[in-house]
């Protein structure tokens, strides 16, 4: 999360997504809008309890999937499964759990995977933090994708599947002072979607690694604790600070990005950057 990171770099790892924003569109024009496009799929959603994995999972059902999703808070899990019904199989577990993703993959086969979980950073200075706090983020999130992606590429997960790491904009402007290790971690899970996906197209394994970068936005947890901070920071009210920022992004909208991942034409390892004005590859 950054106050700066709406901000777009250039970034000259980005091979893979020279030519697929085009045929990327194209595909996702003529699918995404099936409302049963997913009947008879299984997909696995980390942090599926609420915010974006909430939202994420909640499309997915409705788009036909069976789908498995994962969070700690069992009472919230259940709620969400009594919300959407037998299509929503809750499992209560740490994602950076090294057995969970043998286990959960094994059992269900998945042909996408969903790493939303994360840990939400405290929103403290470097000098006033300890290294435990500075890494939260590098043990929830980075772990998770690191366990997860190399567990569908020993399994290995189906060809054709597809695995979107939820990462953040962050990692794109340099994060903050305020969020300690959460800009790094959040490039490091980009970095291993794409040596994951280096590694599928090596062994011919036809299994797809996409990360996806959404912006800031106050309608998550994780998002309100940062607004709040950046707001306190620059000395403004939370409605100044978004105001200043323009229109927010919806979970739905998350939710929408990652249905047009799975059914377009992207390169292998290549990463999405999401604002409330669109998905766009990250270049």
């Not at 577990?93 to 993959?105: C, F, G, I, N």
């Amino acid at each position: 999360m950054s106050e700066m990171e709406v901000g777009m770099s250039q970034n000259s790892e980005s091979r893979e997504a020279e030519s697929s924003e085009a045929v990327f569109s194209e595909a996702v024009s003529s699918e995404s809008g099936s409302p049963r496009l997913l009947a008879g799929s299984t997909a696995i959603v980390t942090g599926a309890s609420r915010g974006f994995g909430l939202a994420i999972a909640t499309a997915l059902v409705k788009a036909g999937a069976e789908v498995v999703g994962v969070a700690r808070d069992a009472a919230r899990l259940a709620a969400v499964a009594e919300d959407l019904g037998a299509a929503f199989v809750p499992v209560a577990a740490d994602v950076a759990d090294p057995a969970l993703p043998a286990r959960l993959l094994t059992a269900h086969r998945p042909s996408l995977v969903v790493l939303n979980a994360g840990a939400t950073p405290e929103m403290r200075p470097l000098h006033e933090r300890t290294w435990e706090s500075f890494a939260t983020v590098w043990e929830t999130d980075v772990r998770q994708a690191f366990e997860w992606c190399g567990e569908a590429l020993r399994s290995p997960l189906p060809a054709g599947s597809t695995v979107v790491a939820v990462s953040s904009m962050a990692a794109v402007g340099g994060g903050s002072p305020l969020s300690g290790g959460y800009a790094g971690a959040k490039g490091a899970m980009r970095f291993v979607a794409s040596y994951a996906a280096q590694e599928s197209e090596r062994a011919g394994l036809g299994i797809s690694f996409l990360t996806l970068m959404p912006m800031l936005t106050s309608l998550t947890g994780v998002g309100r604790v940062g607004v709040a901070g950046y707001a306190e920071r620059q000395g403004v009210t939370v409605e100044e600070f978004l105001r200043a920022r323009g229109p927010e992004l919806r979970p739905e909208q998350v939710a929408d990005a990652v249905l047009t991942m799975r059914d377009g034409r992207a390169a292998n390892g290549t990463a999405f950057t999401l604002t409330a004005q669109g998905l766009e590859v990250l270049r």
